[in-house]
């Protein structure tokens, strides 16, 4: 037993995207050019497909629990603190559960980006974009995006 939780805890947090420049290329194209910037609270944890309604909004398979507006000031903000790439650690150092509780989707055209972010007791984040089909799974630093999330009173 105690090996396959290790075996299971090393493939959680692995970084599975292979080709991490793609994915940073995408993120900062995006937080550049983005039509539309997307705030959302969401669940904890992800919802089985099979268990998914159709009447309700999902981002990387977490449901959406509310729909957070930004003014033009809060965007700003958010673009800045996104823009800090030093931010997001490939190496998944942290041990810790990831739980679920923003997420971040922007667009242009038919391009996207989705961000997953956890909780700030254990910064975590989930990485995809319709550049790469890969999901990439990072480690955060708390004086980055998440640190837009503690001054908001979302």
Not at 4 to 25: E, I, K
Not at 28 to 45: E, S
């Amino acid at each position: 037993m105690k090996i396959f939780l290790s075996v299971f805890l090393s493939l959680l947090f692995s970084g599975v995207s292979c080709n991490t420049a793609d994915q940073d290329a995408a993120l900062q194209r995006m937080v550049d050019q983005a039509d539309d910037i997307q705030v959302f609270q969401i669940d904890q944890f992800p919802t089985p497909l099979d268990e998914q309604s159709n009447t309700q909004t999902y981002i990387a398979d977490y449901l959406v629990v509310k729909t957070i507006l930004l003014d033009k000031d809060e965007e700003k903000s958010l673009r800045e603190s996104l823009k800090n790439k030093d931010q997001f650690i490939r190496e998944n150092q942290k041990t810790c559960p990831f739980i679920a509780q923003y997420a971040i989707r922007m667009a242009r055209k038919t391009s996207w980006v989705e961000m997953v972010l956890s909780r700030d007791n254990c910064p975590k984040g989930v990485l995809r974009s319709s550049y790469n089909e890969k999901v990439e799974h990072f480690d955060l630093m708390k004086d980055g995006v998440l640190q837009f999330f503690q001054k908001q009173a979302f």
